[in-house]
């Protein structure tokens, strides 16, 4: 199983990024995926979780009307929609596959003027 993230960066307050999570080594599209985001002196948060058939949660409220989860399963990709970005939104976010608990290597997102 390999998770791999790309799309982080430095973004100015109010700014957007598209996280991408590739994946490989297992059945994608019958995997539930989330992403989950640990800000620096803080536990890791559950961001958002899609179901196979694209069914999706927003489960931190922080963020709620402001970031879209998305899958392609046929790129075998999931992504994170990240709007209107705020400092607050700052942290290493990391893909995870539910089934069997796998994590990728996490992509660093900045949000700062």
């Known amino acids: 199983v390999q998770l791999v993230e790309s799309g982080g960066g430095l973004v100015q307050p109010g700014g957007s990024l598209r996280l991408s999570c590739a994946a490989s080594?297992?059945?994608?599209?019958?995997?539930?995926m989330s992403w989950y985001r640990q800000a620096p002196g803080k536990e890791r948060e559950l961001v958002a979780t899609?179901?196979?058939?694209?069914?999706?949660?927003i489960s931190a409220d922080s963020v709620k009307g402001r970031f879209l989860i998305s899958r392609d399963n046929a790129k075998k990709t999931v992504y994170l929609q990240m709007n209107s970005l705020k400092p607050e939104d700052t942290a290493v976010y990391y893909c995870?596959?539910?089934?069997?608990?796998?994590w990728g290597q996490g992509t660093q997102v900045t949000v700062s003027s």
């Open positions: 899609i179901t196979p058939a694209g069914s999706s949660t």
């Open positions: 995870y596959r539910n089934r069997g608990g796998y």
């Open positions: 080594g297992f059945t994608f599209s019958s995997s539930i």
